[in-house]
């Protein structure tokens, strides 16, 4: 077994309110993330999902329980530096991420702080843009770029640092349907390539698309298994204010009207097929 990129056991992190209260916006969650997984994560507005992801590279540490990224305690201020080196950060303001006034010199921020001598920093940018298919906007002004694109930049700039797992909080929440499509394609190609990937969304049908989908709820978390194991609990999902694929749904609603469908049904295709047996 290799070291899990993330170890959670019985993490928490708990704020005070301004009535002195102790409020937990994660609660006690336990669980492993290894190399090479495309984990999705859902849950309604205010469930906890971004104060669990800013644990993955230190942006926060727990407050109760432990955390582990590549085998590394982020309570320990002495590994700030190398997690933060594996586990790269996408938010969901692609303006907010821009640092550069041209596009490889945007990329280029990350191994420029990490000391890369400038040889190899032109590589890496090289090969990070040509990864997120943005090799001929090298030299364009970010600022020109249409969101979809501004959000493949950020991720060329963690993709150049050598980062071994990508984080994403919502990056599609202020795309259009083109962008989103263009990053989740960078996603799956990432995937492919064996970098680990954890993405907070909204959108029902891009979870369907990860290996595995963590649903988070009132800070604890409620189910953890492939897609087609979370999105047929339908009225589950339901019950705690989430969306579900429409096929998934349809399919769950035809059952009940007692059409014979096989379960299980969480995709278009699925449910065209079994529709025309
Ligand atoms: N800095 C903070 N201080 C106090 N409460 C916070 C802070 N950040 C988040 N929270 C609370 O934690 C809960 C979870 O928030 P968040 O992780 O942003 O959820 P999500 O990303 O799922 O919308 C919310 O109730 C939110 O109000
Ligand atoms: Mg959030």
């Known amino acids: 077994m290799s070291t899990p990129m993330i170890k959670l056991e019985h993490m928490s992190h708990a704020y005070t309110d301004e009535n002195g209260k102790t409020v937990y916006a994660v609660k006690d969650i336990s669980l492993e993330i290894q190399p090479g997984e495309f984990v999705a994560i859902i849950g309604t507005n205010g469930s906890g999902k971004?104060?669990?992801?800013?644990h993955f590279n230190v942006l926060l540490v727990p407050t109760e329980g432990t955390c582990e990224v590549c085998g590394l305690r982020t309570d320990d201020p002495q590994h700030v530096w190398d997690?933060?080196?594996?586990?790269?950060m996408v938010f969901q303001n692609p303006d907010n991420q821009i640092?550069?006034?041209v596009v490889e010199e945007d990329v280029a921020f990350g191994p420029e702080n990490l000391g890369v001598p400038p040889e190899e920093i032109r590589q890496r940018v090289a090969d990070a843009l040509e990864r997120v298919q943005m090799t001929?906007?090298?030299?364009h002004g970010p600022h020109l770029l249409s969101g979809g694109q501004k959000q493949r930049i950020a991720i060329a700039g963690i993709?150049?640092?050598q980062s071994r797992c990508i984080?994403?909080?919502e990056p599609?929440?202020?795309l259009d349907p083109k962008g989103r499509q263009e990053v989740m394609e960078t996603l799956h190609q990432l995937h492919r390539e064996g970098i680990t990937v954890i993405l907070i969304t909204h959108f029902m049908e891009e979870a369907v698309q990860a290996d595995r989908v963590m649903v988070v709820h009132h800070g604890e978390l409620k189910m953890d298994g492939t897609p087609r194991s979370v999105f047929t609990h339908v009225d589950e999902?339901?019950?705690m204010g989430l969306d579900v694929p429409v096929p998934a749904e349809l399919a769950v609603r035809l059952r009940e009207k007692g059409v014979p469908l096989p379960e299980g049904i969480i995709t278009k295709e699925e449910l065209g097929d079994a529709l025309c047996q």
């Open 83 to 88: 997690i933060r080196q594996q586990v790269g």
């Open 167 to 169: 984080v994403l909080d």
């Open 159 to 161: 993709l150049a640092m």
């Open 99 to 101: 640092v550069a006034a």
């Open 172 to 174: 599609t929440a202020m």
């Open 136 to 139: 001929i906007y090298a030299k």
């Open 50 to 54: 971004s104060t669990l992801a800013k």
């Open 237 to 239: 999902l339901k019950q």
